[in-house]
């Protein structure tokens, strides 16, 4: 027969996939020796038997329940349903990962007419016997057959109105007997059958509720919005009661084992006296400080101190215990791994090396990666967020949290900053010519568009908070309104989006700016001792690259020109080389460009002082650079002196179906290698300048994107080396630098011995390689993708996390031809992915030199890198978690 119930003292803390976060630990704590009641776990295989087949509980099931009740009437010498000392039980639900409010306990289980006076006699306080009775009428009620709280609340409150008090505290045993029979009828108005009497009966039904709860509709909106799968079950423990409402000698508390909030190693905690089950968290009065047990009752107080240190000391990791007295006597409820902030957690992990109880390689380990986002962006405030009502939720973009009004282009946002306000963009999905308005607001909110879309690479690379894809809202924006399935919002109207969760708020929400405290520094130093990989960057200015460098970044990957060429000062020039028709008039406008390019290069060459810079030729199609509206075209054929017409026929010329597979990239030099030439001069130039002024090893390296065939890459890079020969003829002077090509299309992937003849480098462009690998078009994809991980297709999609059987399989195949041509070849990523953790870890283990993501993302990739080299060397299985 299987087993699918274990009592606390057969179970273990590593047990928790079977016995649920709470079963394992009062396992764990019931096999230390700590003052835990007896009981019992029904494990989460059970609750799995129950929705697969059963749907009620099963004959075999009850009787192992009733084996496990036999044990511990016996150990505590008191009887289940017995009339003279009756044994009470609490029903809690205890799932593998914490689900807070999501299943709630029943206490007191097992009172009924008769048991209330045997409990009322056997510990001679019939106040305390029916305070517990009416709980469990209440408790059972709401929990279990779903009848409102407020009936029985608004009873309780009648009550002390009636008795002229206002604690609950202060009603007499008589009162309380009133309130049981009240309560009673409400369950026989609700229920149309009396209270059940039979204990027996009451824990069955209390148990299929629990299982229910599994699936009730708060549980599941909470596990989709943690990623938490819906076939774990919930396992749940019948456990003996405590009681911490027979007086005064008597209470309940919760308490941290260090101050969760920021880490302090102190405790903190509450605590109620003559209180039972969540009235401290309810809130129905005000709990004291934990301090304040010492003087209350001093000995409870310092065994309860030393029982922390023991549990610290044990699971080497701060606790969050929930604790009762009951008559001077402390037992143990609950402890877990404390949740904590971003800070705290650092701070903890710190602390916890320096006290010793943890080492370094434990410590980062510890760290979730994208949890440093909270350290390095400004937070709503944890308080203000309780009040704040979600109206939608869309992909966390970009993180951090922003606040502003509601605004449709970028016109609009720019007038409305310039009169002082604070802005949310909000787009349908976001292009180029937003730039400004990106810049000038808060926050950028789009309805279409995945984590690789136009508003989310910009905004990450801006630092800037975004929610993408948010597919809850519609966005009109004609009409300049947001619609969600129950409310509109028109311009000007508030809202909050918090790019880490990608929740949107209605109203404004509080932030704090967090602070880099030191022990931030130190880890990360720690961080550094592990990692083998280097962390580049991915930016494309001078700004951009110096924040890069304070977060730790030891080059740049990818510099993108593109970027320069929408400067509201460039973009004419920029538009007058796409459609110039002859080969004089583009290298004219090409001549104008030269010198500016020259600058971007030689300040990001400053802000990087000599570390490796990668900079990528021209790559997007060109009719991204043109502009569309009649006025603008007017003012760029006046500024080239030609006839309106006529330009408006070139520009259509240049359109293409297909953009993303058009001509862009290395087919632009095929084309027109004017331009290639132009930039590589630029850099080389750039390069010559800052090497006069001391940067004796800078080393500049080119990138060829969009590299399909060896063949375009040599006729490409023939432009180029002859365009730099002439410099240094030019000059009479030289510099070493690097030319290679980006590995982004699947050809290339399969034909690298041949790429890298020509390649001195390869840098996987991973999301180009995953758009062209699947042929999942990045900027359509988020419309399909969800429903792809809704029916567990997909986990995670592609283009978040690198898809290591497929995508990185070509991978694989591209660096082992490609070594095999060229043994040193320096290898590098520089896709979206170089700043996810798990793809960061893929890197490592595929042996790349760097991976190099957006500056915000550096400290995360550097931590997600230290992680993989530990995890490596540690055979660490990630599942172990
Ligand atoms: P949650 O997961 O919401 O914290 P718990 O199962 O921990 O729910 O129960 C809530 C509260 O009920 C606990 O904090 C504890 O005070 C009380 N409680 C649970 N089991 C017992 C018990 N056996 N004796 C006394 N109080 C209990
Ligand atoms: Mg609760
Ligand atoms: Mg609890």
């Known amino acids: 027969m299987s087993k699918y119930i274990y009592s606390f003292h057969e179970g273990t803390k590593d047990m928790k996939s079977l016995l649920g976060g709470k079963g394992a630990n009062l396992a764990e704590m019931t096999n230390i020796g700590l003052p835990v009641p007896p009981g019992f776990t029904i494990t989460t295989k059970a609750c799995t038997k129950f929705y697969a087949e059963e749907k ?20 505590l010498g ?6 003279e000392n009756p044994l009470l039980f609490s029903v809690r639900s205890g799932a593998v990962f914490s689900m807070p409010g999501m299943m709630d306990t029943i206490l007191n289980l097992g009172l009924n007419d008769t048991a209330v006076i045997g409990l009322a006699n056997s510990t001679g306080n019939e ?49 309380l007997k009133e309130l049981v029979e009240l309560f009673k009828e409400v369950y026989k108005e609700e229920m149309n059958e009396d209270f059940p009497q039979d204990p027996m009966r009451q824990l069955e039904l209390a148990i299929e509720a629990v299982f229910a709860s599994w699936n009730n509709p708060r549980a599941i909106i909470y596990r989709k919005l943690n990623d938490i799968p819906h076939d774990l079950g919930t396992a749940v423990n019948v456990q003996s009661m405590v009681f911490g409402n027979m007086g005064d000698t008597s209470g309940t508390g919760v308490a941290f084992t260090r101050n969760p909030a920021n880490g302090e190693n102190k405790l903190f905690g509450e605590f109620l006296i003559n209180a039972q089950g969540e009235d401290v968290v309810a809130g129905i009065r005000t709990p004291n400080h934990i301090d304040k047990l010492k003087d209350i009752m001093p000995e409870v107080y310092n065994e309860f101190i030393d029982a922390t240190k023991i549990l610290e000391e044990h699971y080497k990791d701060m606790q969050d215990i929930e604790f009762t007295i009951e008559n001077k006597k402390l037992f143990f409820l609950q402890t ?48 203000s967020l309780k009040n704040a009502e979600a109206i939608a939720k869309g992909l966390p973009a970009s993180p951090g949290a922003a606040s502003g009004k509601v605004y449709f282009n970028a016109e609009d946002v720019v007038k409305a900053k310039n009169r002082g306000e604070r802005c949310i963009l909000v787009r349908q999905e976001t292009s180029p010519e ?16 995945g984590m690789t879309s136009h508003a989310a690479v910009v905004a990450r690379g801006m630092g800037k908070c975004c929610v993408a894809g948010c597919n809850d809202i519609r966005v009109d924006e004609e009409n300049k309104i947001i619609k969600t ?130 900079i990528r030729l021209l790559d997007p199609p060109l009719h991204e650079f043109l502009p569309t509206k009649d006025e603008e075209i007017k003012d760029l054929s006046d500024s080239m002196n030609i006839d309106f017409d006529e330009l408006k026929d070139r520009i259509e010329n240049i359109a ?108 996987f462009g991973t999301n180009d390689l995953t758009q062209m690998g699947f042929g999942f078009s990045r900027d359509d994809a988020g419309k399909f993708l969800s429903d792809y991980e809704d029916k ?31 043994p040193d070849i320096h290898l590098g990523i520089c896709g979206e992915h170089g700043g996810d953790p798990s793809s960061v870890e893929f890197c490592h283990v595929l042996g790349l030199d760097y991976v190099s993501c957006s500056p915000y993302r550096v400290p995360i990739a550097r931590l997600a890198a230290a992680q993989a080299a530990i995890r490596e060397r540690t055979n660490y299985n990630q599942n172990d978690k």
């Open 792 to 822: 567990n297709i997909f986990t995670k999609s592609p283009f978040e996390a690198i898809d290591r059987d497929g995508v990185g399989k070509l991978m694989k195949i591209a660096i082992e031809l490609g070594t095999k041509t060229r």
């Open 485 to 614: 399935k129950t409310m509109t919002l028109k311009e000007g109207e508030f809202i909050s989006i918090d790019g880490s969760t990608g929740i949107v708020y209605l109203g404004e929400i509080e932030k704090v700016l967090p602070e880099l405290s030191g022990n931030f520094g130190k880890f990360m130093e720690w961080v550094d001792e592990f990692r083998k990989l280097k962390i580049r960057t991915n930016a494309d200015t001078p700004k951009d690259a110096a924040q890069a460098v304070v977060f730790g970044a030891e080059g740049i990957g990818l510099c993108r020109t593109e970027h320069m060429f929408f400067d509201d000062e460039r973009i004419p020039a920029v538009r007058r080389m796409i459609v110039s028709s002859s080969l004089e008039e583009r290298k004219e406008a090409l001549d104008q460009l030269l010198p500016m390019q020259r600058k971007d290069f030689y300040e990001i060459y400053k802000a990087m002082g000599e570390r490796s810079v990668t």
């Open 78 to 83: 008191k009887k289940f349903s017995d009339v």
């Open 336 to 383: 877990r791994n404390g949740k904590r902030t971003a800070q705290a957690a650092i701070n903890v992990a710190v602390d916890l090396v320096e006290e010793g109880l943890i080492t370094k390689e434990e410590a980062i380990l510890r760290i979730e990666p994208n949890q440093l986002n909270q350290l390095l962006h400004p937070n709503f405030d944890e308080k």
């Open 56 to 75: 009620t509980l099963w004959p075999e099931l009850k009787e192992e329940i009733k084996v496990h009740l036999k044990e511990v009437e016996e150990s």
């Open 127 to 175: 106040r305390f016997a029916y305070d517990s009775y009416r709980r469990f009428i209440q408790m059972f009620s709401d929990v279990a057959m779903e009848i409102p709280k407020v009936r029985f609340e608004s009873l309780l409150e009648d009550m002390k109105e009636n008795k002229g008090v206002t604690n609950d505290t202060e009603l007499s045993s008589d009162d």
């Open 656 to 763: 293409e179906v297909n953009p993303m597979l058009g001509h862009r990239g290395c087919r632009l030099a095929v084309t027109y290698p004017e331009i290639y030439r132009m930039q590589a001069r630029a850099i080389i130039e750039a390069a010559l300048d800052v090497k006069n002024e001391g940067f004796e090893n800078i080393k500049p390296e080119i990138m060829i994107p969009l590299v399909g065939h060896k063949k375009e890459l040599k006729y490409v890079k023939d432009e180029i080396v002859e365009e730099i020969s002439q410099v240094f003829e030019e000059r009479e002077e030289s510099v070493e630098y690097l030319i290679g090509t980006m590995i982004e299309v699947p050809r290339a992937c399969v034909t690298a011995d041949e790429i890298a003849e020509e390649a001195e480098f390869f840098s």
């Open 434 to 449: 937003d730039i400004e308005g990106m810049i000038s607001a808060e926050g950028i909110l789009t309805a279409r568009g």
